[in-house]
């Protein structure tokens, strides 16, 4: 498995731009989709964004979509996420994670993490 750490959060006022990093240790990080979730106070752990290995493919959760861009450079093995156009709303620790997968869960389907977690940078958002 690979190593996750974040960086990059901060505070910023609404509107603003912020950019997150994760940086990975391992030889498979090429291997897997990463991805961003974030988990805003008093709320549960929500996906962001995810790139397939080789960046070939993104997603978005509809929250975000049109103001954040993830991307992912296999050379340095890092993964962004670039944050614009930021809202209170957006308030919350961000997570890195490794590969991850679309899953059905019941009725529902969902990007789900089956590897590594980074422990989070925290972005705050003011109004």
């Known amino acids: 498995q690979v190593q996750l750490v974040e960086s990059g959060g901060g505070l910023v006022q609404a509107g603003g731009s912020l950019r997150l990093s994760c940086a990975a240790s391992?030889?498979?990080?090429?291997?897997?989709?990463m991805g961003w979730f974030r988990r805003a106070p008093g709320k549960e752990r929500e996906f962001v964004a995810t790139?397939?290995?080789?960046?070939?493919?993104?997603y978005y959760a509809d929250s975000v979509k049109g103001r954040f861009t993830i991307s992912r450079d296999d050379a340095k093995n890092t993964v962004d996420l670039r944050m614009n156009r930021l809202k209170p709303e957006d308030t919350a620790v961000y997570y890195c994670?490794?590969?991850?997968?679309?899953?059905?869960?019941?009725?529902?389907?969902?990007?789900?993490?089956?590897?590594?977690w980074g422990q989070g940078t925290q972005v705050t958002v003011s109004s």
């Open positions: 994670a490794a590969d991850l997968r679309w899953v059905r869960e019941g009725s529902t389907s969902k990007w789900r993490a089956s590897g590594s």
């Open positions: 391992g030889r498979t990080f090429s291997s897997y989709a």
């Open positions: 790139v397939t290995r080789s960046g070939g493919s993104t």
